[in-house]
């Protein structure tokens, strides 16, 4: 069993940074969102529909536990801090504690997004390690000399 967790936070135009998937198991990252933002295929996150080259930002966080429970810890942990600060300096700090921003959910685990992501949306990696993109391209411009090439050998360039 498979007992890591995994987030994608990301980002869209204006937007704030948000958590777009949580929980999920790496076959469920693979196949809802690593899988269609490869391809540069719509996916949805929660009930909305994404067009992955609308992301500004991207980010894949791997923890050990649920995300309540990672974002629980690092709360707990900041309060914990803030109360020192207050016992041992000379000012007081009000503050609800760290834990409730996206991107505060990295404290609890590990960034993996380059394990998964090399490349932005239907960048997925082919040939060599080319994206499909680049490949394309090679190809389009190997053809163009052969033709010429060929042209030229006919005589008729």
Same mark, same amino acid.
């Given at each position: ?6 987030? !994608? ?16 198991? =790496?076959?469920?990252?693979? &196949? ?25 930002? #991207? &980010?894949? !966080?791997?923890?050990?536990? $649920?995300?309540?429970?990672? &974002? ?20 007081? +700090? ?7 921003? $996206?991107?505060?959910? !990295?404290?609890?685990?590990?960034? !993996?997004? &380059? ?19 680049? +490949?394309?391209w090679t =190809?389009? +411009? #190997? ?5 010429t090439g ?8």
């Amino acid at each position: 069993m498979d007992d890591k967790f995994y987030h !994608v936070i990301g980002a869209m135009g204006d937007r704030e940074v948000e958590m777009l998937f949580s929980d999920l198991t =790496l076959k469920r990252l693979m &196949r809802e969102f690593i899988g269609p933002y490869r391809r540069g295929e719509t996916f949805f996150a929660g009930t909305r529909v994404v067009d992955p080259s609308e992301l500004r930002s #991207v &980010r894949i !966080v791997e923890t050990a536990v $649920p995300e309540a429970s990672a &974002r629980g810890k690092i709360n707990r942990e900041d309060l914990a801090h803030i109360v020192e600060i207050n016992r041992t300096s000379g000012f007081t +700090i009000i503050s609800p504690g760290r834990g409730y921003e $996206p991107d505060d959910l !990295v404290e609890a685990g590990s960034d !993996v997004t &380059r394990t998964y992501l090399r490349g932005g949306p239907g960048s997925s990696d082919g040939l060599l390690g080319l994206s499909k993109q680049a +490949i394309g391209w090679t =190809l389009g +411009i #190997v053809a163009a000399v052969a033709a010429t090439g060929a042209a030229k050998w006919l005589g008729w360039a």
